[in-house]
T-cell receptor, first 113, second 109 residues
Framework: IAGITQAPTSQILAAGRRMTLRCTQDMRHNAMYWYRQDLGLGLRLIHYSNTAGTTGKGEVPDGYSVSRANTDDFPLTLASAVPSQTSVYFC????????????FGPGTRLTVL | RKEVEQDPGPFNVPEGATVAFNCTYSNSASQSFFWYRQDCRKEPKLLMSVYSSGNEDGRFTAQLNRASQYISLLIRDSKLSDSATYLCVVNRGNYQLIWGAGTKLIIKP
């Protein structure tokens, strides 16, 4: 592994289903982030974690949850998917305690029908 | 009004030309500023940080104007490979990076 990986690459999901997007980094970065990107809008922060064991809410946290059991992994869970959660999801990490340079994974394209 | 605003473009520019675009931000307490580049359907990648004194990296120059609350990006001698969407990013603190929607640049041969 080099950098950040995300899985799956893409997914089509029925509304109401539970889904976990996976994110793993091998850079030993303290901080990790989940964003969604929609056409015509900038990236919007869903949740973040500044270090293992802690998480915080971003701009658009409703309908999403995260956990940070260790430094490397930061999964994002949609408990009951809705069509408005159709988006491209990017995971990112940064090396300091704050959001300095962020490194992104390749993204997950999620479609909720 | 969005906290970070960019002209969506597209800017259609001939190869070799100079192109510049601005980004305005509304929160005067914003602490630091960045330009990221995003290729079609790919992840964003840091292009450069923007410092108060202005900074240059090869063909790219970034400027910050705190009084007028905007940052700018200038690309000289544009290359076909510069075609991308350029994202303006503002750090307002507390782990909150605010992203512009991006300016699309198309360099034509």
């Amino acid at each position: 592994i080099a950098g950040i990986t995300q899985a799956p690459t893409s997914q089509i999901l029925a509304a109401g289903r539970r889904m976990t997007l996976r994110c793993t980094q091998d850079m030993r970065h303290n901080a990790m982030y989940w964003y969604r990107q929609d056409l015509g809008l900038g990236l919007r922060l869903i949740h973040y974690s500044n270090t293992a064991g802690t998480t915080g809410k971003g701009e658009v946290p409703d309908g999403y949850s995260v956990s940070r059991a260790n430094t490397d992994d930061f999964p994002l869970t949609l408990a009951s998917a809705v069509p408005s959660q159709t988006s491209v999801y990017f995971c990112a990490s940064s090396g300091g305690q704050g959001p300095d340079t962020q490194y992104f994974g390749p993204g997950t394209r999620l479609t909720v029908l | 009004r969005k906290e970070v605003e960019q002209d969506p473009g597209p800017f259609n520019v001939p190869e070799g030309a100079t192109v510049a675009f601005n980004c305005t931000y509304s929160n005067s307490a914003s602490q630091s500023f960045f330009w990221y580049r995003q290729d079609c359907r790919k992840e964003p990648k840091l292009l450069m940080s923007v410092y108060s004194s202005g900074n240059e990296d090869g063909r790219f120059t970034a400027q910050l104007n705190r009084a007028s609350q905007y940052i700018s990006l200038l690309i000289r001698d544009s290359k076909l490979s510069d075609s991308a969407t350029y994202l303006c990013v503002v750090n307002r603190g507390n782990y909150q990076l605010i992203w512009g929607a991006g300016t699309k640049l198309i360099i034509k041969p």
